[in-house]
């Protein structure tokens, strides 16, 4: 692979100018898993069993204890919106990761053969769909703190944290606060899944034997990282969506 076939790699099936610009790769990877993960869940809970449970069945009730038990053990705080969230949003992360495992020629191939120039197909490594998960997931931590504290969620932009005589000093510290929060969740995803993305094309560079065996052991890694990116996601989204739900003091 050729330097320049690695800014090709990179670059999204787009449409629109500007602010206006559509990725439409992103957009339609993004959905087709989020239906493969719709579809599955409902096709595994149409075939529920009891006894002796198997296969992708076992392994989706592993997910849900492992969120059931990071939701309970965070906070003593009960809100049955927590818990599916999380679950959604670890499977999609998890689900649009994964994609980076799938060899870096494949996609552009496929794309040719329906007269599209390029076609990355793993969502996260595109900032838009990073900050978009966590601008909603900060949307959604602010409905939470209205709807569990009402507009007095809104004193705390007076008082915190040097107390009303230092309001104007209050509101800016804690809207710098609240923003970097849905920007450290979305730049930390993108910034390891895009590096990850740079690792596997700068080794489709190297002679193929070699590309064959690196990329074996990139791929072990970079599995790591892909679980690991969408934990440490997941568990920031229980932290704000648990810390939105107490009651200040």
């Keep these: 692979m050729a330097s320049g076939d690695i800014a090709h790699h990179l670059v999204n099936w787009s449409i629109g100018e500007g602010f206006w610009t559509f990725n439409l790769d992103t957009i339609v990877m993004g959905w087709v898993l989020a239906a493969i993960l719709v579809i599955t869940a409902m096709v595994v ?17 592993g997910v849900v204890d ?5 939701v309970q053990g ?59 998960v966590a601008v909603a997931v900060f949307l959604l931590m602010i409905a939470t703190n209205l709807r569990v504290k009402g507009f007095s969620y809104f004193k705390t932009y007076l008082t915190h944290p040097f107390g009303i005589f230092l309001a104007p000093i209050n509101i800016i510290m804690s809207l710098i606060e609240e923003i970097t929060k849905p920007l450290s969740l979305g730049l930390r995803l993108f910034g390891n ?57």
């Design 45 to 61: 809970g149409s075939r529920l069993q009891a006894s002796a449970p198997s296969g992708m069945q076992n392994w989706l009730e």
């Design 66 to 70: 492992f969120i059931d038990d990071l």
């Design 74 to 132: 965070s906070f003593p705080v009960k809100d049955p919106l927590i818990a599916p969230v999380a679950m959604t949003v670890f499977l999609w992360i998890l689900l649009m990761n994964s994609m980076d495992l799938i060899p870096a020629y494949l996609p552009g191939m496929v794309a040719h053969w329906f007269g599209i120039a390029e076609f990355p197909i793993t969502p996260t490594v595109n900032l838009n769909t990073t900050l978009g």
């Design 193 to 249: 899944m895009f590096a990850g993305e740079l690792v596997f094309l700068l080794l489709a560079m190297l002679p193929w034997w070699a590309g064959l065996v690196m990329g074996e052991v990139w791929s072990l890694f970079e599995s790591l990282i892909i679980i690991l990116q969408a934990f440490i996601f997941t568990v920031l989204t229980v932290v704000y969506l648990g810390m939105a739900n107490m009651q200040d003091h």
